[in-house]
Nanobody, 123 residues
Framework: QVQLVESGGGLVQAGGSLRLSCAAS????????MGWFRQDTGKEREFVAA????????LYGDSVKGRVTISRGNAKNTVELHMNSLKLEDTAVYFC????????????????WGQGTQVTVSS
């Protein structure tokens, strides 16, 4: 059974940086796509970033472009999200997503999802 586990969330001041990590277990082959989404209370889920299996195709959401970097980790089926210049509006639960059938996509059709990690940006 595939499981995705996020880590690295927490409380950070506006303008600061944070690194999120996601590790998948239970799958022998690399996911074709891994990504990050976020959702704040009362809001729609929002696409943050996605990356393909070897890192040569990357997408970013408009609201985070230029401030975040997604990368595949050294271990198979891991992905990291480096966030800089954090803003109050970046506060949300961040979810890792993965799929073995599709390429990076801003839509939410990923098969596997983590439980999420809270990121809170304070003033």
């Amino acid at each position: 059974q595939v499981q995705l586990v996020e880590s690295g969330g927490g409380l950070v001041q506006a303008g600061g940086s944070l690194r999120l990590s996601c590790a998948a277990s239970g799958r022998a082959f690399s996911f074709s796509s891994m990504g990050w989404f976020r959702q704040d209370t009362g809001k729609e889920r929002e696409f943050v970033a996605a990356i393909n299996w070897n890192g040569d195709y990357i997408l970013y959401g408009d609201s985070v472009k230029g401030r975040v970097t997604i990368s595949r980790g050294n271990a198979k089926n891991t992905v990291e999200l480096h966030m800089n210049s954090l803003k109050l509006e970046d506060t949300a639960v961040y979810f890792c997503a993965a799929d073995g059938r599709i390429g990076p996509s801003p839509a939410g059709e990923y098969r596997y999802w983590g439980q999420g990690t809270q990121v809170t940006v304070s003033s």
